[in-house]
């Protein structure tokens, strides 16, 4: 089955500087790569999503890029703010019924 | 409108005991997924609906764990005997459709229910 991993797992930041957290994926056939951002104690909430026919999405602060031939995807955050400050997860999809999470990277955005 | 809500919020059982946690999709979904969530780690797959069919159990870690959407609408997660082993967040999501459609393959998520077994 799938297997997402990301990095880093903690990653701490200035408040303005740049954020980039990334993940790979192991089944070719995934085609769906969300990210979610979670703070402490709620639910997860889709910040950004990119599927595998587009190379690259952005959304003001927030961009993806995807690299499908070497399975791999990143997420960044430009300009930081210290709401940035949570737990985000890099997910990959295939078929109907699978997505597969990474393990989290904790962003800390300091004043 | 309203997102997909999960009860009860926190749950502290007894090991041994049984538990039923609640999901309330968002209206018309069709799909129904429930993750494991433990701590410090990302949400992981347990089992898949679509409209009252469970098509996919192979997260589920144990027969003591069971899981049903009887109408295709609220589904209950129920977990027996519990273990220590068993605390964990379990997530609840929804997706509009029954499969990965261009614009349609978001899944919405419910808080969690925060399960601690003692």
């Known amino acids: 089955g799938e297997n997402v991993e990301q990095h880093p797992s903690t990653l701490s930041v200035q408040e303005g500087d740049s954020a980039v957290i990334k993940c790979t994926y192991s089944d070719s056939a995934s085609n769906y790569f969300p990210w979610y951002k979670q703070e402490l104690g709620k639910r997860p909430q889709l910040i950004i999503d990119i599927r595998s026919n587009v190379g690259e999405k952005k959304d003001q602060r927030i961009a993806v890029t995807l690299n499908k031939t070497a399975k791999h995807f990143s997420l960044h955050i430009t300009e930081t703010q210290p709401e940035d400050s949570a737990v985000y997860f890099c997910a990959a999809s295939i078929g109907n019924n699978d997505m597969r999470f990474g393990a989290g990277t904790r962003l800390t955005v300091k004043p | 409108g309203a997102g997909v809500s999960q009860s009860p919020r926190y749950k502290v059982a007894k090991r041994g005991q049984d538990v039923a946690l609640r999901c309330d999709p968002i209206?018309?979904?069709?799909?129904l997924f429930w993750y494991q969530q433990a701590l410090g780690q990302g949400p992981e797959f347990l089992t898949y609906f679509q409209n009252e069919a469970q098509l996919d159990k192979s997260g589920l870690p144990s027969d003591r764990f069971f899981a049903e959407r009887p109408e295709g609408s609220v589904s209950t997660l129920k977990i027996q005997r519990t273990q220590q082993e068993d605390s964990a967040v379990y997530l609840c999501?929804?997706?509009?459709?029954?499969?990965?459609?261009?614009?349609?393959?978001?899944?919405?998520f419910g808080p969690g229910t925060r399960l601690l077994v003692l």
């Open positions: 999501a929804s997706r509009p459709t029954g499969f990965n459609a261009l614009g349609q393959e978001t899944q919405y």
């Open positions: 209206s018309g979904h069709v799909s």
